[in-house]
């Protein structure tokens, strides 16, 4: 079987009136199920039952939330490159170390012959992460469509639940009935 039905159904219009479920009243909104498993044409009339409607759906986050997260990333970027430069620091000073003074005055002097830049010169502008401040600031708050949340009444909720089971029953019943051996239809 399927996953249980639940008692929770969304409002949304439609483009071609149907009757409705109750009084056969032509009508353009629907009540369906978050994965559309069930739903049903219902009137405004019916809908403006205080009984049926269930609290508004929560909002998408705020501008205040989006800019604690973006805070907090950049906070956390900064600490992670601070740890990495710490990182190459210390390798670069065991480097030297393992050289000795030699190896370390040879190296700077071709180093002031070719005319290359030092190495830290070289690594700070690709260590540098772009900021995702810039990415986040187009992010609309407002323009998220929510739809009424509706419970139907215990006595149509389970009618409906009936009915559903009632066709899946019929449709495993139809898809059984294919394997069977066919009736002889011939005189003996």
Sequence with gaps: MTT???????????ATARPCY??????QTVLATIKTEDFLYTCDG??????????????GPTQE?????????????????AAQAKKDDDKDDKK??????LGSALEMGSKLISGSPSEEGA????????????????????????HN????????FEA????????????????TAQGLPQVPRGSF
């Design 4 to 14: 249980p039905l639940q008692n929770v159904y969304y409002e949304r219009k439609t």
């Design 22 to 27: 109750i009084c056969n009243r032509p009508t």
């Design 46 to 59: 019916h809908l403006s039952d205080p009984a049926t409607k269930l609290a508004a759906p929560a909002q």
């Design 65 to 81: 939330d989006i800019r604690k997260v973006v805070s907090e990333y950049q906070a956390r970027e900064a600490r992670r490159t």
């Design 96 to 101: 030297e170390e393992k050289k000795g003074f």
């Design 123 to 146: 690594k700070s502008p690709a260590s540098t992460p772009a900021s995702p401040a810039g990415e986040m600031t187009g992010v609309p708050s407002s323009n998220v469509t929510t």
């Design 149 to 156: 949340k509706y419970a139907l009444h215990r006595h149509i």
């Design 160 to 175: 409906r639940r009936n009915e559903l089971r009632r066709k899946e029953m019929n449709k495993k019943a139809k898809e």
